[in-house]
């Protein structure tokens, strides 16, 4: 058990270091781009169409630590809650992912993410998104998608030619790390890249933006006072708050 956990954490950590070391360039050049919303007061939408991939939406909207200006973008047919096969057929529905931003505008910034970066839903919303003047920043993995095979039913396009910036998550192949029994591959490893990513594009960000009022931990002491009142400057404006 101990050498499996130490192999685990040990994989995890290279492709954390493989993040820092190979995408500051583009962390750096997101976080430009967030910065610039948040000392205009705007939403930055952050959208995640893949069962998993929706995990890194929550994990920065309403969260301790994060901009209260970040704003979900939300697809219940992409979502495991919503049955975990039909999330897997929907996001390769041709112009699901048009729909889901249909309500963005010029100006607006969207982030994309997606582990492989290559079913119709994270790719439609790209494209679609920068047809609209909306700037996107795409968060997936380049070596996922390339392993995958052309004639894949899930490959729809790739979603770094339809970004203003691309960071590349380093995400495996299959999305795991381990072997733990002759054929059996274990230890997901996307979930926990895409969450780093996004918070280090967010504290890069909000460093450039003084003044960016982010969300406290309910479980501080006045934190649910500060949240009280972080909420007032956008409502009205986040539904799901």
């Given at each position: 058990?101990?050498?499996?956990?130490?192999?685990?954490?040990?994989?995890?950590?290279?492709?954390?270091?493989?993040?820092?070391?190979?995408?500051?360039?583009?962390?750096?050049?997101?976080?430009?781009?967030?910065?610039?919303?948040?000392?205009?007061?705007?939403?930055?939408?952050?959208?995640?169409?893949?069962?998993?991939?929706?995990?890194?939406?929550?994990?920065?909207?309403?969260?301790?630590?994060?901009?209260?200006?970040?704003?979900?973008?939300?697809?219940?047919?992409?979502?495991?809650?919503?049955?975990?096969?039909?999330?897997?057929?929907?996001?390769?529905?041709?112009?699901?992912?048009?729909?889901?931003?249909?309500?963005?505008?010029?100006?607006?910034?969207?982030?994309?993410?997606?582990?492989?970066?290559?079913?119709?839903?994270?790719?439609?919303?790209?494209?679609?998104?920068?047809?609209?003047?909306?700037?996107?920043?795409?968060?997936?993995?380049?070596?996922?998608?390339?392993?995958?095979?052309?004639?894949?039913?899930?490959?729809?396009?790739?979603?770094?030619?339809?970004?203003?910036?691309?960071?590349?998550?380093?995400?495996?192949?299959?999305?795991?790390?381990?072997?733990?029994?002759?054929?059996?591959?274990m230890g997901g490893v996307s979930t926990a890249l895409n969450s780093f990513v996004l918070h280090a594009?967010l504290a890069a960000a909000v460093e450039q933006a003084p003044g960016t009022t982010v969300w406290r931990?309910?479980?501080?002491?006045?934190?649910?006072?500060?949240?009280?009142?972080?909420?007032?400057?956008?409502?009205?404006?986040?539904?799901?708050?």
């Amino acid at each position: 058990m101990t050498a499996l956990l130490r192999t685990y954490a040990d994989r995890l950590c290279a492709l954390v270091d493989a993040i820092v070391r190979d995408e500051a360039e583009s962390i750096a050049a997101a976080a430009a781009l967030v910065a610039g919303q948040l000392r205009r007061d705007r939403l930055v939408h952050v959208h995640g169409p893949g069962g998993h991939s929706a995990l890194a939406v929550q994990d920065v909207f309403y969260r301790a630590g994060c901009p209260v200006l970040i704003a979900p973008v939300t697809d219940p047919g992409t979502s495991l809650l919503g049955g975990a096969l039909n999330s897997t057929a929907t996001e390769r529905l041709d112009g699901r992912g048009a729909m889901a931003v249909e309500g963005l505008v010029e100006g607006d910034l969207l982030i994309v993410v997606n582990a492989f970066g290559v079913n119709a839903a994270s790719v439609g919303a790209a494209r679609s998104a920068r047809e609209r003047g909306v700037r996107v920043i795409a968060v997936s993995s380049r070596t996922a998608a390339a392993d995958l095979p052309a004639d894949h039913p899930a490959r729809a396009g790739e979603l770094p030619s339809h970004a203003d910036v691309h960071i590349d998550t380093h995400v495996p192949p299959g999305d795991v790390v381990l072997e733990v029994a002759p054929g059996v591959e274990m230890g997901g490893v996307s979930t926990a890249l895409n969450s780093f990513v996004l918070h280090a594009v967010l504290a890069a960000a909000v460093e450039q933006a003084p003044g960016t009022t982010v969300w406290r931990s309910s479980y501080t002491e006045g934190g649910d006072a500060h949240n009280a009142r972080a909420a007032e400057q956008v409502r009205g404006r986040v539904p799901q708050l």
